[in-house]
């Protein structure tokens, strides 16, 4: 999702082509006249989703994430993909991470997932009215489910066994916001 600002951009350069990122390098024009190099990361929209079950449990997932080097426990989140709407993708998301649909599905918002170096926009759900359906998991992803009472989550997050910002992010929307 490239956001580029003409009227500040004097030139743009992209370094590198991924799967999930590109990176470029733009020339920009400070408000002084100055002119400063930015690194950008380019990263597709993506969806993060809370979902609480029946007994007012957080479904949360456990997955390797490289980058960190251990296992995280966060809300199920995914890219849009081309051609798809936020809502399809939080709802394909959770069936495929959690394998349960809901059938109540609201969009809390939205916020950069970290404006310094990415242009990365998350949507943030809570999905509740959860019924068993489940869409096969992607192939390169090692997640487990872990029921957490929703009771506990603020203590997770204290003891930093909650670590992950989206996550932390869409449970304050949701439980703490509205």
Known sequence: ??????????????????KIVNI????ILLENGAQ???????????????PIDSENNALL?????????????????????????????AMRELREETGYASKNLRLLGGLWSSPGFTDEYLYCYLAKDLVENRLPADEDEEITVEKI???????????????????????LMATKLF
């Open 24 to 27: 470029r390098e733009d020339t």
């Open 36 to 50: 400063a190099q930015r690194e950008v990361v380019e990263h597709r929209p993506a969806v993060a989703i809370l």
């Open 149 to 171: 009472p929703l009771s506990r989550v603020d203590q997770l997050i204290k003891l930093g066994e909650i670590q992950d910002a989206k996550t932390v992010a869409v449970i």
């Open 61 to 89: 997932v456990k997955q390797y994430r490289h980058p960190t080097s251990q296992y995280i426990l966060e809300v199920p989140a995914g890219l849009v993909e081309l051609g798809e709407e936020p809502d399809e993708t």
């Open 1 to 18: 999702m490239e956001q580029i600002d003409s009227d500040r951009t004097i030139s743009s350069q992209i370094k590198y082509q991924g």
